[in-house]
């Protein structure tokens, strides 16, 4: 029953803005780390930003830091990925996620990710 929606992709300009919204249904959203990972054509997928249960740790992958902005609000169940300065090579398949458990780290890893929405195309030209 654990559902997640994202929603925000689109095209954009080299430079430009995109706001990705994920809405998470099903069971407690606030006891979960969440996150964002995308996956280009001909490309592993690749771990984006995440955010603790109480949105207290952001962590970002090198390639985003200071571009992107990981955030989420427990009340309305949804986080959200900030994305300025857009990039050619920020285009693809934006995914968000989350744990099926409590853990005490951060995980990068897909694999470490019980759930998942079913992405939104984002596409920046140059």
């Known amino acids: 029953q654990v559902q997640l929606v994202e929603s925000g992709g689109g095209l954009v300009q080299a430079g430009g803005s995109l706001r990705l919204s994920c809405v998470v249904s099903g069971r407690t959203f606030s006891s979960y780390d969440m996150g964002w990972f995308r996956q280009a054509p001909g490309k592993e997928r690749e771990f984006v930003a995440a955010?603790?249960?109480?949105?207290?740790?952001?962590y970002y992958a090198d390639s985003v830091k200071g571009r992107f902005t990981i955030s989420r609000d427990n009340a309305k169940n949804t986080v959200y990925l900030q994305m300025n300065s857009l990039k050619p090579e920020d285009t693809a398949v934006y995914c968000c996620a989350q744990r099926g458990a409590y853990f005490p780290r951060i995980s990068t890893i897909p694999s470490e990710y019980d759930y998942w929405g079913q992405g939104t195309q984002v596409t920046v030209s140059s």
């Open positions: 955010i603790t249960g109480s949105g207290d740790r952001p």
